[in-house]
T-cell receptor, first 114, second 115 residues
Framework: AQTVTQSQPEMSVQEAETVTLSCTYD???????LFWYKQPPSRQMILVIR??????QNATENRFSVNFQKAAKSFSLKISDSQLGDAAMYFC???????????FGTGTRLQVTL | ETGVTQTPRHLVMGMTNKKSLKCEQH?????MYWYKQSAKKPLELMFV???????ENNSVPSRFSPECPNSSHLFLHLHTLQPEDSALYLC??????????????FGPGTRLTVL
């Protein structure tokens, strides 16, 4: 069985600043994928960034980057130059190998202030 | 329409009603999913369909009945629900199961309230 833990129910960041959202996971599989999803108030869940466990290099998508620490089973999301549109619920998720199931954390609500 | 669409967006029903949720994907995917999202809980996978065949049922009560007539459409038929079934129901789709990068794309969800 796999688990995903997000220990920060809420976070706040000022516009243009940087924020890091934490995620830890547990799995006995060696082949797995990690994801960060964003769910804005409109509720459509969209994929922000993906990391393959076999890749040592941290994934980056524009202002979004991850810090993937495989030994520590940690997968944090860093948002640089935060914008008002970044305000949303952020979910960390894990999928093992070619399995269909995504295991989600409980989410972190990010507020962006002026 | 693009992506994954869901109707209705909001639904209020009594415990004795029968209603259906509809999901449609326009992405050419082969797999479709139903998730339940309750407050302060992780998303719960309910059902998975691959090429119209159900491949997972995560111990979902029989008052939820899925139907997948083709790879583009997915329904969730509801009957004699309980108030604790009130939640956001999300549909998702992805490419062929069993491939490494079958990223899931989500619909906007149906907010269900059971009175």
């Amino acid at each position: 069985a796999q688990t995903v833990t997000q220990s920060q129910p809420e976070m706040s960041v000022q516009e243009a600043e940087t924020v890091t959202l934490s995620c830890t996971y547990d799995t006995s599989e060696s082949d797995y994928y990690l994801f960060w999803y964003k769910q804005p108030p409109s509720r459509q869940m969209i994929l922000v960034i993906r990391q393959e466990a076999y890749k040592q290099q941290n994934a980056t998508e524009n202002r979004f980057s991850v810090n993937f620490q495989k030994a520590a089973k940690s997968f944090s999301l860093k948002i640089s130059d935060s914008q008002l549109g970044d305000a949303a619920m952020y979910f960390c998720a894990l999928r093992t190998g070619t399995a269909s199931k995504l295991t989600f954390g409980t989410g972190t609500r990010l507020q962006v202030t002026l | 329409e693009t992506g994954v669409t869901q109707t209705p967006r909001h639904l209020v029903m009594g415990m004795t009603n029968k209603k259906s949720l509809k999901c449609e994907q326009h992405l050419g995917h082969n797999a479709m999913y139903w998730y339940k999202q309750s407050a302060k809980k992780p998303l719960e996978l309910m059902f998975v369909y691959n090429f119209k065949e159900q491949t997972e049922n995560n111990s979902v009560p029989s008052r939820f009945s899925p139907e997948c007539p083709n790879s583009s459409h997915l329904f969730l038929h509801l009957h004699t629900l309980q108030p604790e079934d009130s939640a956001l129901y999300l549909c998702a789709s992805s490419h062929l199961l069993g491939t490494a990068r079958n990223e899931q794309f989500f619909g906007p969800g149906t907010r269900l309230t059971v009175l």
